[in-house]
Every structure is written in structure tokens, then in C-alpha cells.
């Protein structure tokens, strides 16, 4: 597919470019050299006389990246132009047409560079909130040019990216804009640019950014490429899955014994990935690729150039029963008069981010623009003069009784509302034409499903939710805002850790026929049944309801059981 690339780059840098042209015998004079640091290469034909066009051909790994032709006399008069390509190994081929109708050609091979490179390549969702807000805060990565492939590609916007950030340019355009495309593919064709670039010019830097749960794509990248003396590999929180890998993995009778364990078969593993200059999930590595995942904590504290960012860390989260103190101390989080983390662990407060956007106009249009957002998400409701409410669901593939509860959220809540849907991020509705044909049923809204939940908040925090339980929760500031917990009793919903479930009116959970406290109360054993318990702080004049959802209808009852 052809790529035709306009780039606009400027870096302040001490280094010469890298220039490397292997010149054929053909007629042609003329000159090729990398533009500063820029991805533009300068065609210079000032020894070439009765020019009367001038073709440029790029191509990288044979395919076309850009062709530009000239023949009007006020550039043919300048003897040279730039053409714009991007970072890597390209064949030129220059082709000059004289006056007489002759034509010179010559192929060389132009190495185009820069001094550092940020390189995402990022799969969840999580990590790509995290890492957008970096883009937009860190100046050290604005500083230098940073190519993405994001594997949810819905949660950008391909053409608002900011200044400096580029998809990766070796992926085509359906690949990277794709939502959920091979992963594999993804992290083969990071690995081999990372490759290219490195062999280029061996003074560049590389800054990679990875999904935790990627865990190997460090091996793969950095150090199968020779190249951990000048790369960093920042590893973003996936979400819960961060916390879980730890509290699985040393949750045993002596965590530090276990760490110094993984830390030599890590060790070792790495070696042998640096002398055969590759690293996959078959065996033959002392850690396997499937087992790589358990050693995150250790690359993290053993590797210098290597950090675990999460996007909110307490020691709560560590929850491992034996041996905690040392360990949880000296590895991960220490707490005494403020919070330390272990060696390679951090923590970003996304809140804190996103007030410091806030406090810029142009980074808050910018972080909409990216992230699609714009006035226009909420609109039905704001031209009804209706409220928004944001049921959150769950994989489109597991949502179980979503339609009970939908029924259950408007009934308890009214017209008063327009009801938009908003699905797990790894389920994107788009991609599940039933779940947006069971949506366009129940009259709800699909908001983009790959949005962090967290980030609508942010930009719109007056809308009320109710849904699965979700750790989106977390973000609700104001009690007004929480409606109903589903697929929960009251109970379970207050039990949830950092979900602010006592914030909620309501709390609607399925009802077995032989349930000891209320199936006394259910007339038709071949009906189901739903309990919606009720917050106290309402002042309602019952304590729960029962919701047949065979025939639709509801009945309230006090504390004593007895129909209000």
C-alpha cells in the first residue's frame, strides 16, 4: 500500500545524521543526505544541466513510501528537493529527464535517523491511558519522536495525533486502524523497526512503553537487539491484573526466597536471549514465554533501565498472607511517614494528570481530540434537556442479565434520563454486531467502548452510572452520581474494595426460588426474580423490592418483610 508521509520534525541534537549511500554507476550526479534529524531526505542535482523533471522514488522493504516529481522552473532552478519519508533504510532512486528527452538514473540507499526514539506499542486499555497522558505532560517525550501501535486502535484518533507522535510508520494504515488486530503481527513488526533503527546508527537511544501483561516484548525488543545499554522499558499497568500477578506469584511461605529464586532463572534466561539473539515461547529458555509474566516484579527491581508504572499503588492491594513485611518493604511499597516504592516500581496519579491538563486549554482540546472526544458525545440528552445516564457493562460476550437490569434502571429512574451504554474496553461493540442490535433494542446509546470510563468522567462529570461492578467506580466523586450497583446484594456491593459502594441508591441482584431470606415472598416458581435493595440515606418508606421479571411487574416491602 502506498504511504505517502508529511513529516515536520525539528530537534535540537549534538549528533551528525547517519548517511550511509551506496551509489550504482549511472550517469545521474547528484547527492542524497538526511535533513538534520528530520524525516526528509535533500536531493541535490546542482551538477546536472537541462534539467527538465525530476522523479524521486522511496521505497522501504520494497514497498512505495513516497514519489514526488518536479518540473516546474522555479524548483528545477534551485537544483535540489526534499522529500519526506520517515526513519529507516530506504532505496532512492533519482531519475532525471534532460531537455533532449534522456533520462539518468540512480538508486541509492539512504539511512534516515534520529538521536532517541519513544516506541508504544501498546495492547489493554489502561496502558493507553496512561501513556497518552505522558504524552501530553512529559516534555522529554515530546522532546523526540514517538511512533505508536495501539492493539484497541479505537481509542485514538489517527488524525488528530499531536505534534511528534506518529503510528508506526512500517505497519500500513488498516493494520494499525484496526481494533484488536493480530497482536502478534503487532509486536513482530515493533521488534523488527526497533531492529532497523538500531542498526542504523548506533548512538540512538530507545524509550519502549508496554502492557504489563506483555511481559516478554522487553526480551523480544531490547535485549534480543543487542541493545539495553540505551533503551529504557517502561511497563504500564494493565489494571488489576498487575496487582493479582503479584499477590499469585509470592503469596507463599517465604517471598523473599522465592524472589531470589526467579531473580537467577531470569537472570540466566537473559543471557541466553543475548547470545542467540532472540527469545520465544517455546522451551528451550530457562523461563518460557508463558511463565514470563511471573517474573515482572524482578525485571523491574533487577533491570536499572526497566520500571512497573501503576496508576494507583496502596499497600492494600498487595494482599499476601505469609511473610509480608520484608518483603512487601524491600520490594514493592514501604510506608512510614509518606509512600516508597521498590526499586523500578512507580506509581502516576491519573487524576493528578488529568487536573493538570485541565488547567490547559490546549492540552484539554488536544486530549479530546486524541481520544475522540468532543461536544457532540452526550448530545441527544443535552438537546432534550435531559439528564445523561451511563450504564457500564461488562465483555459483550459475559454481560449476564443485562436487559433485567437495563429494564430495572429505567424503571427506577425514569424519562427523566437519556441511557447510554458504555462496554468493556476488550469487547468494543463494533465488534459484536448482536450486543449493537440488542443496544439499538433496548433504546441505549453506545459510547465508544475502547474510552477509558474514567477519562468520560473527567470530561463530563455530572453523568450518572449504574452497571457491573467496575473499578470505574473509583472516579465517582459525587454520592448523586452512583444509581444502581448491579448483579450485586447490598452486602457484596459494600465489601467491594475502592468502588464506592455505598455511595449507590440501589442495589439489584437475582434472586434464587430458594433463597432463606426472601423466597418466601416469590409466587411463581417458574418466574425469575430480582432484589433490589435500597440505600438508607434515600429515607424510603421500604427497605427492598422484588422484581418478577417473567411478567414485569414489582412489588416493595419494609423491613419486616410486609408489602408497602
Known amino acids: 500500500m502506498k504511504r505517502i508521509l508529511i513529516y515536520s520534525l525539528l530537534f535540537v541534537c549534538c549528533l551528525m545524521p547517519l548517511v550511509c549511500i551506496a551509489c550504482n554507476e549511472e550517469p545521474a550526479n547528484v547527492t542524497l543526505n538526511q535533513v538534520g534529524e528530520e524525516q526528509k531526505i535533500a536531493v541535490d542535482f546542482s551538477g546536472e544541466e537541462n534539467v527538465k523533471e525530476v522523479e524521486v522514488v522511496v521505497t522501504h522493504n520494497g ?47 539512504v539511512c534516515l535517523s534520529a538521536s532517541e526514539y ?98 516478554d516484548q522487553y526480551l523480544h525488543m531490547i535485549v534480543a537487539n543487542g541493545i539495553n545499554d540505551r533503551s529504557t522499558c ?21 517471598a523473599t526466597a522465592k524472589y531470589e529464586q526467579m531473580a537467577q532463572e531470569y537472570l540466566s534466561t537473559k543471557e541466553q536471549v543475548e547470545s542467540r539473539g532472540y527469545y520465544n515461547w517455546d522451551s528451550g529458555f530457562t523461563v518460557n514465554g508463558n511463565e514470563l509474566r511471573d517474573y515482572l516484579l524482578v525485571i523491574a527491581h533487577e533491570e536499572d533501565n526497566v520500571n512497573w508504572v501503576f496508576p494507583r499503588l496502596r499497600s492494600d492491594h498487595i494482599k499476601l498472607d505469609k511473610d509480608t513485611t520484608d518483603f512487601v518493604k524491600n520490594y514493592i511499597i514501604y510506608t512510614t511517614n509518606g509512600t516508597v516504592y521498590g526499586k523500578g516500581i512507580k ?50 460476550t459475559s454481560e449476564e442479565d443485562f436487559e433485567v437490569y437495563t429494564a430495572l434502571t429505567k424503571l427506577f429512574y425514569g424519562d427523566e434520563y437519556v441511557y447510554y451504554y458504555k462496554g468493556h474496553p476488550n469487547t468494543p461493540t463494533d465488534m459484536y454486531p448482536e450486543k449493537a442490535e440488542q443496544l439499538d433494542e433496548l433504546g441505549l446509546i ?57 455511595m449507590f441508591d440501589y442495589y439489584a441482584s437475582k434472586l434464587a426460588n430458594d433463597d432463606e431470606t426472601y423466597g418466601s415472598l416469590l409466587e411463581n416458581v417458574e418466574h425469575t426474580y430480582f432484589l433490589i435493595e435500597t440505600n438508607d440515606s434515600l429515607g424510603l418508606d421500604y427497605e427492598f423490592a422484588i422484581y418478577d421479571s417473567t411478567d414485569g411487574t414489582i412489588k416493595y416491602y419494609n423491613a419486616e418483610h410486609e408489602e408497602v
Not at 497518552?132 to 522532546?143: F, G, M, R
Open 118 to 215: 519513544n516506541i508504544a506499542s501498546l495492547s489493554g486499555s489502561m496502558p493507553v491511558l496512561l501513556f497518552t497522558l505522558q504524552i501530553l505532560e512529559d516534555k522529554n517525550i515530546n522532546e523526540y519522536p514517538t511512533f505508536v501501535w495501539l492493539d484497541r486502535s479505537g481509542a485514538w484518533n489517527w488524525n488528530g495525533l499531536p505534534e511528534n507522535v506518529y503510528p508506526l510508520p512500517t505497519a500500513t494504515e488498516e493494520e494499525y486502524t484496526t481494533p484488536n488486530v493480530n497482536r502478534s503481527l503487532m509486536y513482530e513488526k515493533t521488534q523488527d523497526y526497533i531492529k532497523e533503527l538500531a542498526s542504523i546508527n548506533e548512538e540512538s537511544r530507545f524509550n519502549l512503553y508496554l502492557n504489563d501483561y506483555d511481559t
Open 446 to 502: 453506545d459510547v465508544e467502548s475502547t474510552i477509558n470510563a474514567e477519562l468520560i468522567l473527567f470530561f463530563f462529570p455530572d453523568i450518572y452510572m449504574s452497571g457491573y461492578s467496575s473499578s470505574t467506580f473509583n472516579s465517582i466523586q459525587n454520592p448523586e452520581m452512583a444509581c444502581i450497583f448491579w448483579n450485586a446484594t447490598k452486602e457484596q456491593a459494600l465489601a467491594t474494595a475502592d468502588q464506592n459502594g455505598e
Open 234 to 254: 517502561t511497563y504500564l499497568s494493565d489494571g488489576a491484573f498487575s496487582y493479582v500477578q503479584i499477590n499469585n506469584v509470592f503469596n507463599v511461605e517465604n
Open 347 to 396: 506509581e502516576v496519579g491519573i487524576n493528578t494528570m488529568l487536573l493538570a491538563i485541565q488547567s490547559d486549554e490546549n492540552k484539554v482540546q488536544e486530549l479530546k481530540s486524541l481520544y475522540k472526544f468532543n461536544d457532540d458525545m452526550f448530545t441527544e440528552a443535552a438537546e432534550s434537556g435531559k439528564k445523561v445516564m451511563m450504564l457500564l457493562g461488562s465483555w459483550a
Open 63 to 109: 514497498e512505495e513510501v513516497n514519489t514526488v516529481t518536479v518540473s516546474d522552473e522555479e524548483t528545477l532552478s534551485q537544483k535540489s528537493v526534499e522529500v519526506d519519508a520517515y526513519y529507516g533504510r530506504h532505496d532512492v532512486t533519482v531519475n532525471i529527464t534532460k531537455d533532449d528527452g534522456t533520462v539518468a538514473s540512480k538508486t541509492s540507499e
